[in-house]
Nanobody, 113 residues
Framework: VQLVESGGGLVQPGGSLRLSCAASGFSFSSYSMSWYRQAPGKERELVATISSLGSTYYLASVKGRFTISRDNAKNLVYLQMDSLKPEDTAMYYC????????WGQGTQVTVSS
């Protein structure tokens, strides 16, 4: 069972990034999936969740700027991040939601001019 994130990097304010999370070792389509982030010195926070049926939830501060989606045929979950702000800088993690929680290793997003 594994989650592997990719797509992070350095971007200027106002820019965009798309994060990907590749899942393996479990029935991906059956699980809700989430993206979390953790900035230095802060607690990890939930950014977005997508259910197995495609319903979504967003943290208020990213609503309208971030979009979570999934491709069950490819076992991928995405986080499209637009209009990025310096306060979005954090390590972003993918998580499988359920009684046994699985985390990825994270991908760093830095928003800076």
């Amino acid at each position: 069972v594994q989650l592997v994130e990719s797509g992070g990097g350095l971007v200027q304010p106002g820019g965009s990034l798309r994060l990907s999370c590749a899942a393996s070792g479990f029935s991906f389509s059956s699980y809700s999936m989430s993206w979390y982030r953790q900035a230095p010195g802060k607690e990890r926070e939930l950014v977005a969740t997508i259910s197995s049926l495609g319903s979504t939830y967003y943290l208020a501060s990213v609503k309208g700027r971030f979009t979570i989606s999934r491709d069950n045929a490819k076992n991928l979950v995405y986080l499209q991040m637009d209009s990025l702000k310096p306060e979005d800088t954090a390590m972003y993690y993918c998580k499988r939601v359920g009684p046994v929680v699985i985390w990825g290793q994270g991908t760093q997003v830095t928003v800076s001019s």
